[in-house]
């Protein structure tokens, strides 16, 4: 069965990406990931602050984010530039795959001229994780829009690879802002970056890290934005979060992604999941006679599920819940 997809315009040999995360941190275990049969790979991702003071150029401190700080702090910033290009040589030459190096941002800054060696030494394409949690009551979300906006134009004109943007769902409105995303000529949205998440400790007061890894429940609200603004941007799609079977790939590529990337589930089950994944998809593919993904992709997204009124507030005049 043919599983081949076209995402970015790399060509993939099936939808399955190995989405940034410590299963793509070092060379040997992005070759495992290929030989386990996935699409492409996004490497861990490399912070702004680590690329940013390894230029000498970012000097307060006051402005990272904590986990860039704790992450720093643990693994040290020395060489951290030339130890993730290394990391990209290295894959590259492990494995035939596309191999897709990941920026994790949250402004401006001299930190984009990584972008440009990134894409000398072999780069696929490029991921932008543009983490902005808008939490900061004094900036409006069209500040933090603009934000995104001007380091993805920024990118853009600097680099002749494909991009990728990573975003969150804290927008208040996803398809407008998929749409400027679009007038920036950004190739692929990664539908959503899933944030760290907090905890209480309710015995001894104190906050605790949340759920690392995702549950199959919350694919359910990436379905329904991919059925929304696959038809509403030229972009590309890669959906993630809470991806863990066949089945919810197969849901995924229906409602218009291109691509879906996989993590939670490779930790929680193995490498193995991958193989099992290409299965299922292979042999719902047969039962209902398509020959290729371009035969059933977007069948379901809201341009073309036959009810768009379905994707809408409507549904709960519908629905009935046994008590
Ligand atoms: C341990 C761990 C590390 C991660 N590190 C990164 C990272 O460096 N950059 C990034 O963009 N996403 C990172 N992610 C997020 C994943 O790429 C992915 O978007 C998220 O886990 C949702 O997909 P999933 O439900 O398949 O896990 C990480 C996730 C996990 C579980």
Same mark, same amino acid.
């Given at each position: 069965?043919?599983?081949?997809?076209?995402?970015? @315009?790399?060509?993939?040999?099936?939808?399955?990406?190995?989405?940034?995360?410590?299963?793509?941190?070092?060379?040997?275990?992005?070759?495992?990931?290929?030989?386990?049969?996935?699409?492409?790979?996004?490497?861990?991702?490399?912070?702004?602050?680590?690329?940013?003071?390894? /230029? %000498? @150029?970012?000097?307060?401190?006051?402005?990272?984010?904590?986990?860039?700080?704790? *992450?720093?702090?643990?693994?040290?910033?020395?060489?951290?530039?030339?130890? *993730?290009?290394?990391?990209?040589?290295?894959?590259?030459?492990?494995?035939?795959?596309?191999?897709?190096?990941?920026?994790?941002?949250?402004?401006? %800054?001299?930190?984009?001229?990584?972008?440009?060696?990134?894409?000398?030494?072999?780069?696929?394409? /490029?991921? /932008? !994780?543009?983490?902005?949690?808008?939490?900061?009551?004094?900036?409006?979300?069209?500040?933090?829009?603009?934000?995104?906006?001007?380091?993805?134009?920024?990118?853009? @004109?600097?680099?002749?690879?494909?991009?990728?943007?990573?975003?969150?769902?804290?927008?208040? @409105?996803?398809?407008?802002?998929?749409?400027?995303?679009?007038?920036?000529?950004?190739?692929?949205?990664?539908?959503?970056?899933?944030?760290?998440?907090?905890?209480?400790?309710?015995? !001894?007061?104190?906050?605790?890290?949340?759920?690392?890894?995702?549950?199959?429940?919350?694919?359910?609200?990436?379905?329904?934005?991919?059925?929304?603004?696959?038809?509403?941007?030229?972009?590309?799609?890669?959906?993630?979060?809470?991806?863990?079977?066949?089945?919810?790939?197969?849901?995924? /590529?229906?409602?218009?992604?291109?691509?879906?990337?996989?993590?939670?589930?490779?930790?929680?089950?193995?490498?193995?999941?991958?193989?099992?994944?290409?299965?299922?998809?292979?042999?719902?593919?047969?039962?209902?006679?398509?020959?290729?993904?371009?035969?059933?992709?977007?069948?379901?997204?809201?341009?073309?599920?036959?009810?768009?009124?379905?994707?809408?507030?409507?549904?709960?005049?519908?629905?009935?819940?046994?008590?």
């Amino acid at each position: 069965m043919n599983l081949s997809t076209v995402y970015m @315009s790399l060509n993939l040999r099936n939808p399955i990406i190995v989405g940034s995360c410590g299963l793509t941190g070092t060379a040997e275990k992005v070759k495992a990931c290929a030989d386990a049969g996935a699409g492409a790979v996004v490497l861990k991702s490399i912070f702004e602050e680590q690329i940013e003071s390894e /230029l %000498g @150029s970012m000097t307060n401190e006051s402005n990272w984010y904590p986990e860039a700080a704790d *992450y720093i702090n643990s693994y040290g910033m020395q060489n951290a530039v030339s130890n *993730y290009l290394e990391l990209l040589e290295k894959s590259r030459n492990s494995t035939e795959i596309p191999i897709i190096p990941s920026i994790h941002c949250f402004g401006k %800054g001299n930190w984009m001229e990584f972008a440009k060696q990134l894409e000398n030494a072999g780069a696929s394409a /490029l991921e /932008l !994780n543009t983490f902005i949690l808008p939490s900061d009551p004094r900036r409006t979300g069209r500040e933090n829009e603009n934000t995104i906006l001007d380091i993805v134009s920024d990118i853009k @004109s600097q680099v002749s690879i494909p991009v990728a943007v990573k975003i969150g769902s804290y927008f208040s @409105s996803i398809s407008a802002f998929a749409s400027e995303l679009d007038g920036c000529g950004v190739d692929s949205i990664v539908l959503f970056n899933r944030f760290f998440r907090i905890d209480f400790d309710i015995e !001894n007061l104190e906050v605790v890290n949340g759920s690392m890894l995702s549950t199959p429940d919350e694919t359910e609200d990436i379905l329904r934005w991919v059925s929304m603004i696959s038809p509403v941007t030229n972009c590309d799609i890669a959906a993630t979060t809470g991806i863990h079977d066949g089945e919810a790939v197969v849901k995924q /590529l229906l409602a218009g992604a291109n691509a879906v990337q996989i993590c939670s589930i490779l930790y929680k089950n193995g490498l193995g999941v991958i193989a099992e994944m290409h299965g299922f998809i292979a042999d719902w593919m047969r039962r209902h006679n398509y020959n290729s993904i371009e035969d059933f992709r977007e069948r379901l997204s809201q341009r073309n599920s036959g009810n768009p009124a379905e994707f809408q507030r409507v549904q709960f005049m519908k629905a009935s819940v046994k008590a």
